[in-house]
């Protein structure tokens, strides 16, 4: 079956500009993840979905970050205004249920480049 | 707060080699285990995990792994390296007994070269 898909796979946006990230889990899948991975970086968590509740945000690094998953889907992460330090690799991750024991699977990422 | 420590950045083995990536956590409880594996391109691919009980455990592509609570280690094995497990690898964390918490802790990983 298909897994997790994110779009675009890569993003150049200029200092200042929004972006928009999109994620589409494994449907069916409950919990939702976003990480960002800088280069030569673990994956560091950003937020977690349950449905469509944000259930933990402790993660965004600013308030420039939003995450939304409107219909317990598909996600969009959006940056606004953004920074050279926000370029990195954007993970998304869906497991089946909540909690540590499901298994996490993980989309290709998006690579933004903020220049 | 829980952390996870992959000391090397980069190893090279020879095909055919034994393999050891090391990894070490800070967590005050028994935590939950986890190694990744990252391809050029591709998402991370969960290799195995560990929750409880026997601390030795096995994964996937022949890898298996061995949680020390003495050392606070998990370190990953494999007996005989392939020229396709040239990857990143990634060991990760996740507390279990703090409410709520879902997400994993990552290191910052360990770069597989494979020579012929």
């Known amino acids: 079956g298909a897994g997790v898909s994110q779009s675009p796979r890569y993003k150049v946006a200029k200092r200042g500009q929004d972006v928009a990230l999109r994620c589409d889990p494994i449907s069916g899948h409950v919990s939702l993840f976003w990480y960002q991975q800088a280069l030569g970086q673990g994956p560091e968590f950003l937020t977690y979905?349950?449905?469509?509740?944000?259930?933990?945000k402790s993660g965004l690094p600013s308030d420039r970050f939003f995450a939304e998953r409107p219909e317990g889907s598909v996600s969009t992460l959006k940056i606004q205004r953004t920074q050279q330090e926000d370029s990195a690799v954007y993970l998304c991750?869906?497991?089946?249920?909540?909690?540590?024991?499901?298994?996490?699977?993980f989309g290709p990422g998006t690579r933004l480049t903020v220049t | 707060a829980q952390s996870v420590t992959q000391p090397d950045i980069h190893i090279t083995v020879s095909e055919g080699a034994s393999l050891e990536l090391r990894c070490n956590y800070s967590?005050?409880?028994?935590?939950?285990l986890f190694w990744y594996v990252q391809s050029p391109g591709q998402g991370l691919q969960l290799l195995l995990k560990y929750f409880s009980g026997d601390t030795l455990v096995q994964g996937i592509k022949g890898f298996e792994a061995e949680f020390k609570r003495s050392q606070s280690s998990f370190n990953l094995r494999k007996p005989s390296v392939h020229w396709s497990d040239a990857a990143e690898y990634f060991c990760a964390v996740g507390a279990p007994d703090q409410t709520g918490a879902n997400n994993l802790f990552f290191g910052t990983g360990t770069r597989l070269t494979v020579i012929p």
């Open positions: 979905f349950q449905n469509e509740a944000q259930l933990d």
């Open positions: 967590y005050g409880a028994t935590p939950y």
């Open positions: 991750a869906s497991s089946l249920v909540g909690g540590l024991v499901s298994e996490q699977y």
